[in-house]
């Protein structure tokens, strides 16, 4: 918000005493106020921010004057608002704040463009404050790549710019890492399993000039590329199962919007049609049920269930949510600071904050049916017996003829508050959207005629019903009506029914809302209304109709956005390097660090618009370069890892710790997608609101990190201690601490201890030979090389040391590994022990 402010005394102006020269002159918008205005335009300082909203650079905001009537009043100059506030003859007003004051002079200018009737030109409906010259709001042109000295270095042009960096600071790259290095590190990285000794083998063998890149295609398609690169993207989309709060409830549709991420970027969907469908997917012509289940990224706020809660508090808070997402994942900027004022830093008004808010105002909750492949056959087959069995149990129990008074009742109550205070309890769980009720649609199915609402909304609300009905009856009409009874046997109908999967999805709401500045970022405190827009610090939005979501996303994914495509590309960079070319990756304001190779993160942006915004493209564009295949042994210079003279030795994700366990012992189901799992953890772990933790079984105990049910108020050990960001936020980098709790968790947890049972029994029955055979097969099987003598003559020590151990107490080497596998427990035991020593190898856990 740009302001006038001034300081001149308010009688010496009011009675025109200074100026007198000036104010006989004609005066010219463009030659006399504009520079005034360009010059002295900053936030008004307020005691109660009554003016917060207002503009002097155009008409429209300068004649309604901010929150509190009209500044400036043309023809009359002695009453107008703006001659009082540059006087500082209002209370609490002090024009300007920490800007020089206006001579006597220019505020007869003023004055006398008042009095001549303030006159504006059409042409002037922007800003006239010159647009930012930080770097990152330039628009991108694409240089071309440098010559350098060594040109038999260049592979790609990424090397280029990294070379002719390193050559003008006289540093020379790190030479290619090895190729047992180079594989892991690309299996590491492109699909976040370890590579097998098939795949090893077979690249060590193969000395043609086309082995690197046919390795890096092969993990490019594979399908568990979408699951590494979905798991960076669900960081940003803070995605989590459960909705937060001290209640945590479990969100079983959230996985339906992972899976539509995965599924996306296996298919290298466009990077641009990638953002509009979550952006707007619902407001696509002919939008499929894919395209709405994109929209979940928006569902992915916290949600407070808790009673007592206002609904229209937490739904503001939830639209907040969404616009801070959205101007991080996709702009790189800090937009939620001007949520409560002015950016302190950035070229981001308050107003422009709530622009961007308003293109969520509208956006409503709802649950739709999403089948997943398979699903919809068995339903559609048990779909008319299921319907019967339900409404002759509804029947029985008399549902229908009680149901529809309850309603009138709650309807009733929520136009007398307090008046009956079960009711009113009553209400309130509706409203908080507790059990089967759609979270925030309680008022609205309630109020909406039976005969209007969809089978969906029926079914929520009878089973709503059907649960809280105790809240407004005596105890001896609820053991009359039996409903607990009920509720049992509509459990065991639905248990044995093939429902359909949901999925979490936005809608516009059909009662449009009006969207306000909100003073100090107060839900109750509407300022100025204001129009959905965008920042005008950056190009503006092509807009022929009332700008949409659609819109909106389109203009994020436009060429003339200077923002979308280099923080894209720069994540990209970071998550094969560990830091991005502009390492604060989650701020490319004026307070983020500058780009270490601006030309380079410039060429990739534009490669990436240029090849279709193609993910895939950019991921293999920067594993195929020199750059990426260096060695990551340390150099001794300060700035080595800033210019690219090396490759980053990385501690691996959380995730990709335990998989790579499971993968190695042969352990890991490999399923993509479907419902989240629940793998043992200790005891205690999950008591946290109403999460719970049925075990999975079979299978689904040893699927993928990426699929394990996160609770965000407890969430699953292994992942929180080995920093897996908790989903209250955009995670646009991952932290990577080393604690004793990491050992402890790696020595102790019950899927470690299975996969170092596991990795026992595949190197005594895969393996034939002596020690030394087997220990080859398994550092085959964990580190993807061959032993070095030394470990060799280690660990054949210590696994000595561990028989001798073990055969003094039997107990404990049967209980170890009860499994006969036809060789001496007491070695079988021993080989578990020596399983779990290689797991826990620095090397093991590390990306080099």
Not at 9 to 14: E, W
Not at 295 to 307: D, K, Q, V, W, Y
Not at 478 to 506: C, D, G, H, M, Y
Not at 762 to 771: D, N, P, Q, Y
Request: net charge neutral; hydrophobic share 35%.
């Amino acid at each position: 918000m740009k302001r006038f402010l001034s300081t001149i005394s308010c009688t010496a102006i009011l009675l025109g005493t200074i100026g007198v020269a000036a104010a006989q002159q004609p005066v010219e918008f463009n030659r006399d106020v504009e520079p005034l205005f360009r010059n002295h335009c900053v936030g008004c300082h307020g005691a109660q921010q009554q003016l917060s909203g207002l503009r002097l650079d155009r008409a429209e905001d300068a004649l309604r004057g901010g929150y509190s009537g009209a500044v400036i009043q043309p023809g009359n100059s002695a009453e107008s608002r703006l001659i009082r506030l540059v006087a500082g003859a209002e209370k609490g007003m002090i024009m300007p704040l920490g800007k020089p004051r206006l001579t006597a002079n220019e505020v007869a200018i003023l004055r006398a463009w008042i009095d001549q009737g303030a006159k504006w030109p059409k042409s002037t409906t922007t800003d006239i404050v010159p647009k930012s010259s930080h770097w990152a709001f330039q628009p991108i042109r694409r240089p071309q790549a440098p010559s350098v000295r060594n040109e038999s270095w260049v592979k790609n042009p990424v090397d280029s710019f990294v070379l002719a960096r390193l050559e003008a600071e006289h540093i020379a790259p790190s030479p290619e890492a090895a190729k047992v290095t180079l594989i892991r590190r690309l299996s590491l990285d492109l699909t976040g399993l370890p590579p097998t000794p098939e795949q090893v083998s077979a690249f060590l063998s193969d000395a043609s000039p086309g082995a690197y890149e046919r390795v890096v295609d092969s993990l490019i398609d594979s399908p568990h590329c979408g699951e590494k690169w979905g798991r960076y993207w669900l960081d940003l989309a803070r995605y989590a199962d459960s909705d937060g709060y001290r209640q945590d409830a479990y969100r079983p549709p959230a996985s339906r919007y992972r899976d539509w991420v995965i599924e996306s970027l296996n298919r290298d969907k466009p990077f641009d049609q990638f953002t509009l469908e979550q952006i707007a997917g619902d407001l696509l012509p002919n939008a499929t049920t894919e395209q709405k289940v994109a929209t979940g990224f928006h569902r992915n706020t916290l949600s407070n269930r808790e009673g007592g809660t206002d609904t229209e508090q937490f739904r503001f808070e939830q639209v907040l949510d969404r616009t801070n997402t959205v101007g991080t994942v996709w702009l790189g900027l800090t937009v939620g600071c001007a949520q409560c004022h002015d950016h302190k830093y950035d070229p981001i008004s308050q107003k422009d904050y709530y622009r961007l808010f308003a293109f969520f105002n509208n956006a409503e909750e709802v649950n739709i049916d999403a089948p997943r492949a398979g699903e919809l056959g068995p339903y559609l087959k048990g779909l008319p017996a299921y319907q019967r069995a339900r409404a002759d149990l509804l029947a029985k129990y008399r549902v229908p003829e009680l149901q529809r008074p309850w309603e009138l009742k709650l309807i009733e109550a929520a136009a007398n508050p307090g008046k009956w205070t079960d009711w009113d309890h009553a209400l309130d769980e509706l409203r908080t959207g507790d059990g089967q009720a759609v979270y925030n649609q309680g008022d609205k199915m309630l109020r909406t005629p039976p005969d209007q609402r969809s089978e969906r909304q029926k079914k929520s609300l009878t089973d709503h019903f059907i649960d809280n009905y105790h809240r407004v009856i005596t105890k001896e009409e609820q053991e009359k009506l039996k409903f607990k009874e009920l509720r049992k046997e509509l459990n065991a109908l639905e248990a044995t029914f093939p429902a359909l999967s949901e999925a979490q999805v936005i809608v516009t709401e059909s009662e449009p809302r009006e969207t306000h500045v909100y003073i100090r970022g107060n839900f109750r405190a509407k300022g100025i209304p204001v129009q959905a827009g965008t920042p005008s610090v950056l190009p503006a939005m092509a807009v022929d109709s009332e700008p949409t979501r659609v819109t909106l996303a389109k203009w994020l994914v436009s060429r003339d956005n200077p923002l979308t495509a280099r923080v894209t590309v720069n994540r990209v960079w970071q998550e094969l390097f560990g830091r991005g070319l502009v390492r604060s990756s989650d701020n490319f304001g004026s307070q983020g660090e500058k780009p270490s190779h601006p030309e380079l993160l410039d060429w990739l942006a534009g490669d990436f618009m240029d090849h279709g915004w193609s993910f895939k493209h950019v991921v293999k564009t920067i594993v195929m370069s020199a750059a990426y295949r260096q060695s990551s042994a340390a150099r001794p210079e300060p700035n080595a890892d800033a210019l690219i003279a090396r490759q980053a030795r990385l501690r691996l994700p959380a995730e990709v710790i335990r998989d790579s366990a499971l993968a190695a012992s042969g352990l890991l189901y490999p399923a993509i997608g479907g419902p989240s799992v629940r793998p043992p953890q200790p005891e205690g772990a999950a008591k946290s609101g109403k999460a719970k933790w049925p075990e999975s079984t079979g299978k689904d105990r040893y699927r993928r990190g990426l699929y394990i049910q996160y609770q965000r108020m407890s969430p699953y050990p292994q992942l929180a201690n080995f920093d897996m960001p908790g989903g209250y936020r955009p995670m646009c980098r991952r932290d990577r601490s080393n604690t004793a709790l990491q050992s402890l968790n790696l020595l102790n947890d019950p899927v470690f201890f299975d996969a170092a049972q596991a990795l026992a029994v595949r190197i005594l029955t895969e393996s034939a030979g002596g020690f030394r055979q087997r220990l080859n097969y398994a550092f085959r099987l964990v580190l993807a090389r061959r032993p070095e003598a030394v470990e060799s003559d280690s660990l054949e020590t210590s696994f000595d040391r561990q028989k001798q151990i073990l055969r003094k107490d039997p107990a404990a080497a049967s209980s170890i590994l009860p499994a006969d596998l036809g060789v001496d427990r007491t070695e079988a035991a021993a080989w578990v022990g020596l399983s779990s020593v290689l797991l826990n190898l620095d090397e093991f856990i590390t990306r080099e």
